[in-house]
């Protein structure tokens, strides 16, 4: 029986039996005559590896836009990466790289000096906590160098996946997983691959579709395309290699 306090708001209130009775026919109604999109896609492994040929063709240089000369540095620029473009990133991280050379200086770094160098990033306060973090622990348990497993990084102060899979993508050449960014979120939706909006569910799609050695590079080429051609408002369509395979495409 359910207890429902006798203050309690009317949306707590216990349904009475003919409300339950018409709310379960409408619900049924419901089933039968609208049912739920398929969350999965029909995307094949040939769909999928057309427009890797393409895209590889279209941009043969894609690389991690971070600039960056070892994983230190990519963990470093990759947590300021979030919400913020790679070019403003790339603006601050010389100075910051300079003054903060490896985990240990910056696992010592001062706080206000750290939240005024990154301020230019957004969200500074959030990224000088996961920078502090991530630095101290890498210091402490790994001797300053950064880890090279999904379980060990994703463990670090402030790192997610999206993260974890850019280090070890770009600073090992490990190819974990597939990167999820807004660009291959859009994109990935768009070209068919997957109907998923949540990214860990979007790389979950992704990953079968693409041999293992080309995750990375999958995630790169589609960056490069939604920067390029596939804008999130005004996709380029009609200049677009991928046009005529394309379930979106507008031409
Ligand atoms: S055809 Fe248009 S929507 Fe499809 S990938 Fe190209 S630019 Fe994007």
Known sequence: ??????????????????????????????????????????????HASEIYRRLHLAYPDAHCALNHRNAYELIVATILSAQCTDVRVNMVTPALF????????????????????????GFFRSKTKSLLGMAQAVAERYNGQVPRSMEELTALPGVGRKTANVVLGNAFEMNDGI????????????????????????????????????WT?????????????????????EQCVLNDICPSSLV
């Open 217 to 237: 590079m999958v995630s790169h080429l589609l960056i490069e395309h939604g920067r390029r051609v596939c804008e999130a408002r005004r996709p380029k369509c």
């Open 1 to 46: 029986m359910t207890v429902v306090p006798v203050d309690a708001p009317p949306y707590l209130a216990p349904m009475p039996p003919h409300a339950r009775a018409r709310s379960t026919k409408t619900a049924s109604r419901r089933r039968t005559t609208r049912p739920r999109a398929r969350s999965k896609s029909n995307a094949t492994p040939e």
């Open 98 to 121: 300079a003054k903060y050379p490896n985990a240990e200086a910056l696992a010592n770094a001062d706080r206000e000096t750290l939240e005024e160098m990154i301020k230019s990033t």
């Open 179 to 214: 990167v999820v960014d807004t660009h291959v979120a859009r994109l990935s939706k768009r070209l068919g691959l997957t109907k998923e909006t949540d990214p860990v569910k979007i790389e979950r799609a992704l990953m079968p579709l693409f041999p293992r050695g080309h």
